[in-house]
């Protein structure tokens, strides 16, 4: 594991494991609402059927040029009673999030496990396809922020003859990593500052993901392991010295 500093005041406003899986053909998406008895219903108290708009462009039509056609129910979502965790269940995949304030990847990694082993007694995955944690950080900067590049490191090069000054950004960047079989997705985004706010809001979404082939006895936390250090090794790859202070 690299070494980087431990962050008492860490920016993650989101942390997520995420397990795509092939689904048992038994399963029907109504089977999933049973896993908020699984987790607890009064630790999981609030249940939300997740669904997926389908649409149709008609480029005839002036009034309605777009026409939802239907809604497919994907799965559900279990929000806990204190709103800091999030289990998305769907026949298709599993997903954990833990929400501000994070605390560490120990108590991410306990709790997503704990929902995960309930998800497999329930769904029956036939197997794992895709692996991947991800981490969305909110970064304050103070106003006036200057160049950008003083704060974060993922940002447009301009030309020299145009204005330097940005206001808002959306930089996308999908990045291999052949020496760990995974892929990694960098993006930056600059909100547009609230009149009289001084300080900037940036989003460093850090998005670390393997598509590959396991059994849903395998490890699977020991493989996520190489993946929370490319999501350190990027995070901290991405933000300057200046910016590392604020978070200390």
Known sequence: MSQHPNLPRAPIVEALVDFRVEAD?????????????????????????????????????????????????????FR????????????????FSRLTPYVDWDQLISAARDAWEKYVDLAKPRRVTRIAVRTINRIEIPLPAGDLRE?????????????QTVSEMFVRL???????????????????????????????DIDVFRDAEFLVTDDLWAALQPMRRLKNDFFFGCITPRTLELFG
């Open 25 to 77: 053909p038994a399963l029907s998406v109504e089977d999933l609402k049973k896993l908020q008895d699984a987790l607890g219903s009064d630790a999981y108290p609030d249940a939300q059927a997740q669904k997926q708009v389908r649409a149709t462009f008609q480029p005839e039509s002036e009034s309605e040029p777009v026409s939802v056609t239907g809604r497919d129910h994907l799965g559900f979502i």
């Open 151 to 163: 704060w974060i490191k993922v940002v447009p090069d301009l030309p020299s003859a145009l204005p």
């Open 80 to 95: 806990s009673a204190d709103q800091l965790h999030v289990v998305q269940a769907q026949r298709g995949g599993f997903t």
């Open 174 to 204: 999908v990045v291999p990593v052949p020496a760990d079989r995974a892929m990694v997705i960098v993006t930056n985004a600059l909100q547009p500052a609230q009149l009289g706010a001084d300080r900037l809001q940036a989003i460093l």
